[in-house]
Nanobody
C-alpha cells in the first residue's frame, strides 16, 4: 500500500519561502519518480519538480527553476520541496506523487497514479 502525506503549505507574501514535505510509505523508491505537482483553480495539474533515485536526477518546470529545489531524505522517507522567492502565480494546491520510471517527460501528471491529499499554498502580492 502506497501512502503519501504532504505538509508545510500555508500563506506567504510574495518573495517569501515555504518548505513542503512529503512523507512516503513505499516498498522502495528505487526505480521510481517522486514528484511535486500543483493545480490551481481552473487549471490542469502540472509537474513542478521530480526526483529520481534520491537525487541522481531532478527535473523542474521552467517556471520554478532557480527558485524551487527538490530533495530527498531516504532515511526519513521524505521528499522536500524548498520554495523560495514565491510569486502569486505559485498559488495552488501542491501534491506529492510517485510512479515507476516511464518513457517520456517525468513531469507528465497523467503517468502518476499514487497521490497524496495535497497541501495548499497561497502567495499574496
Amino acid at each position: 500500500l502506497v501512502q503519501l502525506t504532504e505538509s508545510g503549505g500555508g500563506s506567504v507574501q510574495a518573495g517569501g519561502s515555504l518548505r513542503l514535505s512529503c512523507t512516503f510509505s513505499l516498498d522502495t523508491y528505487k526505480g521510481k519518480y517522486l514528484g511535486w505537482f500543483r493545480q490551481a483553480p481552473g487549471k490542469e495539474r502540472e509537474g513542478v519538480a521530480i526526483i529520481y533515485d534520491a537525487g541522481v536526477s531532478t527535473y523542474y518546470d521552467d517556471s520554478v527553476k532557480g527558485r524551487f529545489t527538490i530533495s530527498q531524505d531516504s532515511a526519513e522517507n521524505t521528499v522536500y520541496l524548498q520554495m523560495n522567492n514565491l510569486k502569486p502565480e505559485d498559488t495552488a494546491m501542491y501534491y506529492c506523487a510517485v510512479t515507476p520510471v516511464f518513457r517520456g517527460s517525468p513531469r507528465d501528471a497523467t503517468k502518476y497514479h499514487d497521490w497524496g491529499q495535497g497541501t495548499q499554498v497561497f502567495v499574496s502580492s
